[in-house]
């Protein structure tokens, strides 16, 4: 079974950064994309940022140029920083794993608990 551990968060203040990690354990072999997204609440899910096995990344318009996205492929852990925090960051971030093989499964996507992080003005 593959399991995602976020770690990271909290309060932060407005102008602030943050830093959050992301850990995959199981057997896995490989995994396609890891990203974050975030919901606030009334919100639905949204993507945030998203990195290849490759190292290509993919960043939300509403954060592009204050987030950094990157992965460690040989320990399956992902990490993501943010600059410039304003109350409109504030939500629960999701660490997800796309596209996870492990032993003879193939797991579409898989998610994180999620982590609160809270911006105060």
């Known amino acids: 079974q593959v399991q995602l551990v976020e770690s990271g968060g909290g309060l932060v203040q407005a102008g602030g950064s943050l830093n959050l990690s992301c850990a995959a354990s199981?057997?896995?072999?490989?995994?396609?994309?890891m990203g974050w997204y975030r919901q606030a609440p009334g919100n639905q899910r949204d993507m945030v940022a998203g990195?290849?096995?490759?190292?290509?990344?993919n960043y939300a318009d509403s954060v592009q140029g204050r987030a950094t996205i990157s992965r460690d492929n040989a320990k399956n852990t992902a990490h993501l920083q943010m600059n410039s925090l304003t109350p409109e960051d504030t939500a629960v971030y999701y660490c997800?794993?796309?596209?996870?093989?492990?032993?003879?499964?193939?797991?579409?996507?898989?998610w994180g608990q999620g982590t609160q992080v809270t911006v105060s003005s």
């Open positions: 997800a794993a796309l596209g996870v093989r492990s032993g003879k499964y193939y797991y579409a996507a898989v």
């Open positions: 199981g057997s896995i072999f490989s995994i396609d994309v």
């Open positions: 990195i290849t096995s490759r190292g290509s990344t």
